[in-house]
C-alpha cells in the first residue's frame, strides 16, 4: 500500500535527522564516477564460503549493479533489496545474462552462510532460480569493506552501542571491468533509468551525476529503544487508519447510495 511507502519514507527521514546528529561528514555516498574499484580485494563467496578476488565474481561482458549494506540490517537494507528487486522484475535484462547483482555487507562479522540464505530469499522473490549464478552476496574483513566503500563512496558508521549501522541508501552500477558508471539514491530505481544504465556499463561508458536523495538508516533496534518505539508506535497508528478507511468504504457500500436531501 501507498502509506507503507510513505511510512518508510518518514522514518527513514526521522532517521537521517538523527544520523545527522551523530556526524553527517562520515554517512552518505560520494559519487565517484569512473573510479576503479580495487578488484584484488578479497571477499568471502556466498556458495563455497571460500575468499576470493573480487575480480573473479566479474565477467568480461557483464557489467554490475552493486548494493552495499548489511544483511541483518532492520529497515532501510531490505526496502532498498526490495525496491531493486521490484525494478529488475519489470525490465527485459536480466540478471546473470545482462547482468550481475552484489550485495557486499559491510559487517565484518556476518558470515557466508548468512550470505546464502539472503541470496536465496532474493533469487526466489525475482521468480527465476535459473539466475542464482548472477546473484553475489559477499561478505570479507575491515580491510577489504572499508577499501572497496572508500572507492565506491560509500560512507558508514557504527551506531553507538550497537551492533548495528548508519548508512544512506542506494545503489551503483559498474562496468565489466569494474569502473564506476552510474549511482542511483533512493529506495525505488525507475526501470527505464536501470536499464539505460546498465546498457552504458556494458559499454564501459560513464553516466552523469545524479541528484542526491540521501536516505539514511540508524535505526538499532526494530521494536525496542528510542528510535524503535517511534517506529511501532506510527506502524500502530497507520494500521489503524488504514482499518477505518477500509470499515468507512466497507459500511457505505453496505448502505448503498444516499438519499437525496429535500429542498
Known amino acids: 500500500m501507498k502509506w507503507i511507502t510513505l511510512l518508510t519514507l518518514f522514518l527513514t527521514l526521522f532517521c537521517q535527522a538523527k544520523a545527522d546528529s551523530m556526524d553527517p561528514q562520515r554517512v552518505g555516498i560520494d559519487q565517484n564516477i569512473g573510479q ?46 526490495n525496491g531493486l528487486v521490484e525494478s529488475l522484475t519489470e525490465i527485459k535484462p536480466r540478471v546473470g545474462t545482462s547482468f550481475d547483482v552484489f550485495f557486499v555487507s559491510i559487517d565484518p562479522n556476518e558470515t557466508a552462510k548468512l550470505g546464502a540464505k539472503k541470496k536465496h530469499s532474493y533469487v526466489k522473490l525475482y ?20 577499501a572497496l566503500a572508500q572507492a565506491i563512496g560509500f560512507r558508514y558508521q557504527t551506531i553507538p552501542n550497537s551492533t548495528q549501522f548508519a548508512h544512506a541508501s542506494g545503489l551503483t552500477v559498474v ?5 564506476i558508471s552510474q549511482y542511483f539514491y533512493g529506495i525505488e530505481f525507475p526501470p527505464k533509468e536501470l536499464v ?22 540508524c535505526q538499532y533496534n526494530p521494536i525496542h529503544g528510542q528510535y524503535g ?21 466497507i459500511v457505505r457500500n453496505l448502505r448503498g447510495p444516499g438519499k437525496e436531501v429535500a429542498s
Open 36 to 81: 576503479q574499484l580495487p578488484l584484488n580485494l578479497p571477499f568471502r563467496d556466498d556458495e563455497d564460503g571460500q575468499e576470493h578476488p573480487l575480480g573473479d565474481y566479474f565477467r568480461s561482458d557483464r557489467p554490475a549493479i552493486m548494493v552495499m549494506g548489511y544483511f541483518e540490517c532492520p529497515q532501510l537494507c531490505t526496502v532498498v533489496m
Open 196 to 217: 539505460k544504465a546498465i546498457h552504458q556499463a556494458g559499454e564501459e561508458k560513464e553516466g552523469n551525476k545524479v541528484k542526491e536523495l540521501i536516505l539514511l538508516c
Open 229 to 249: 518505539m517511534i517506529i511501532w508506535r506510527t506502524l500502530q497508528v497507520g494500521a489503524a487508519m488504514t482499518l477505518l478507511w477500509l470499515a468507512f468504504f
Open 127 to 146: 521468480g527465476k532460480p535459473e539466475t542464482a549464478h548472477g546473484w553475489h552476496f559477499l561478505t570479507g574483513s575491515q580491510k577489504s569493506i572499508s
Open 175 to 179: 562496468t565489466p571491468k569494474g569502473k
